[in-house]
């Protein structure tokens, strides 16, 4: 079986976008939020994965739905640093946070009802193997969001202008084939969409 290493190129990239992401990040509004989290049908007995948190942008969002749980997960330690300064205190221990590599994922099976991946789905250096680990966390008829609160042209022109290598190859497939790499994963797709504004792909584990 082939070794699966942590992302510590993409860490150290992040790492040091870490003090300056929330100034230098995308900040969508609040509707355009609200109105891609009321697609995930988030409720009080819910536990949700934030992938790729980053310094924690969805989180109060998130909480907003009442979930029981938020597993806060990312590669970067400076990042989920910011994160924990913002929100440690106010959401306690129903606030779980955790340095991690998708692709390595450390979470019992079946043990998660919704998957968010918000702005790094492109940075998955392994895309079949990163679906296949949230797969197996998500319980039957869990739900996994591909998301960005941008167009895919948008993304790709500001992957692809990076000064690092790696990032330059970070790009986005059109919705229609994510969703087939989706399906093929184990999943059922239920909505999607690709237009200069947004871009999203929402499923349903098998
Ligand atoms: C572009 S930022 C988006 C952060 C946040 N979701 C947001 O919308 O503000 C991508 C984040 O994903 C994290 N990341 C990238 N690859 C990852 C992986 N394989 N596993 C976990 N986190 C990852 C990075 O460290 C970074 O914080």
Redesign the pocket.
Known sequence: MREVIF?SA??KF?DEFSHS?DTS??SPGTDAVLTFLRRLHIDSDKTVLD?????G??IPHIFSFHPARIIA????AG?LEKLREKHSARFGARLVILQ????LLNLPDATLDIAIC???YP??RDKTL?LSQLRRVLKKEGVLAVNHFAGREFINSIHGSSSHDLIRQDLLDPATILSETIAGCGFHVKELRDDANEFYVIAEKI
């Open positions: 992302d993409r860490e992040f992401w990040g995308p992938v790729g948190t980053g310094t942008l969805l997960l990312d590669l970067s990042m991690g590599d998708v692709h918000n702005g790094v940075h998955f990163a």
